[in-house]
């Protein structure tokens, strides 16, 4: 027979416009770059400060008034570009443009106060003590941070598992290195690096894993398809559906820091420097989530009778957790670790519901928490003892008698995380608890067990392949 004529190839269809905010960022990462390789060590600090900011603030002018007319799905179905997305893109960009702002902070010295002087040096060595008399800068922690803010965009819109991979990827690989470049107790901030890396190379390892099972069960990597597939089953692989659901989302609440995939956290939070601790803790947080609510809603909402329970006990795990061991704690940013393991739990209360009420609480709930996060962060940098970060509780004994504005601001943001009536955190507690109370018996409904599209009227479809631009039920 003669050979097979392959088809034609085709071009996928890219819209740029709908990714011109991710390809923003990129651009300004390379130029942070080359900024490093070029531009004088005097100059660099505020070159790379400039190109950073400069990239978010276009980078989010492109979510704001360019990507509304380009909703939908693009380069062949990979990347979903929806309302959710956009909220979530833009909540990323502003949560990048503070982080970047208390990173540049030199706090009246001559460099980045909380970085150090040279990565690439021992600590305690002639080298870094050289560098430091020297008023030697990391600066290439801002184009790093470009590209973790790039990764966090590409997160939630991803449509396929691939993507999604690869986005978990860029923005983790930046944060290992920069977890590791504290100024102070070095030593420490390079275990916490280090252990960062290993769990995160563990987590995605389970991540392909269950997407290589799930590609064979399905026949595609494509969340849409992989809804279709669990819809339509012949039975035929079945046996590869639950240990492919299992472990896909593993490599996302390990991101989360959800219980039992929590162990990282407090020690990360604690070495890395505490301008990259705040940036870490609000935007992967809120990448991660927005990630997880394309998973579970548009992938694995037709299977959840298979995995809502495991969920459940998740949050429920993380919540009491987090709450309990952060009582314990007597360092202020293991004490704001133990409690970001908490609030991941609340959140998670709110994706279980499946309903567009729960999607919109778990995105009021990241915009709420994120914010409150990074300005606890910027304070826990401003509290110092001879000259080094105060982290130890029996070190803020007292500062209200001197700096009375900076100790009750710290005091608004305690009460806002522990949910106190009149903050944000006890908005977004209601906001996160109501979809529960109102829906959460949808994530224990088990339909019957090959469904075709009338799936009842409670069914949350965030499908970028039917209508992109909104949450909605499907009808009957």
Known sequence: MPPTVPAAFEAVDISYWALSPMIVLLVGAFVGVLVEAFVPRGTRHLAQVVVAVGSIVISLAAV??????????????????????????????????????????????????????????????????????????????????????????????????????????????????????????????????????????????????????????????????????????????????????????????????????????????RGAPTPITGFMAAGTKAAAFGALLRLMYVGLETTRWEWHMGVVVIAALTMVVGSVLSVTQTDIKRLLAYSSIAHAGFIIVALISFDRTGVEGVLFYVVAYGISTIAAFAIVNLVRERGAEATHLSQWAGPGRKHPWLAGSFSLLMLAFAGIPLTSGFTAKVAAFMPALEHGGLSGVVPGRHRGPDVGDHRLRLHPAHRPDVLHRAER
């Open 64 to 269: 704001v008034f360019v990507t509304g007319d380009e909703a939908g799905v693009t380069v062949g179905g990979t990347i979903a570009v929806d309302g959710p997305t956009r909220f979530m893109q833009g909540t990323l960009l502003v949560f990048g443009l503070l982080s970047l702002l208390v990173m540049a902070d030199r706090l009246g010295g001559d460099t980045a106060d909380a970085l150090t002087p040279m990565g690439a040096a021992s600590p305690g060595s002639e080298l870094e003590a050289r560098a430091a008399r020297k008023g030697w800068s990391t600066t290439e922690a801002f184009p790093l941070a470009l590209f973790a803010i790039a990764g966090m965009l590409l997160f939630p819109a991803a449509n396929d598992l691939l993507t999604m991979f690869v986005a978990l990827e860029l923005l983790s690989l930046p944060l290992y290195l920069m977890s590791g470049l504290a100024r102070r107790r070095r030593l420490l901030s390079q275990e916490a690096a280090l252990k960062y890396f290993l769990l995160g190379a563990f987590s995605s390892g389970f991540f392909l894993f269950g997407a290589a099972l799930l590609y064979g069960y399905a026949g595609s990597i494509g969340l849409p398809e992989i809804a279709a597939a669990a819809s339509t089953s012949t039975g035929e692989f079945e046996g590869l559906l639950l240990p492919g659901v299992v472990p896909v989302p593993v490599g996302v609440l390990f991101k989360v820091g959800a219980v039992p995939f929590h162990s990282w956290t407090p020690d990360v939070y």
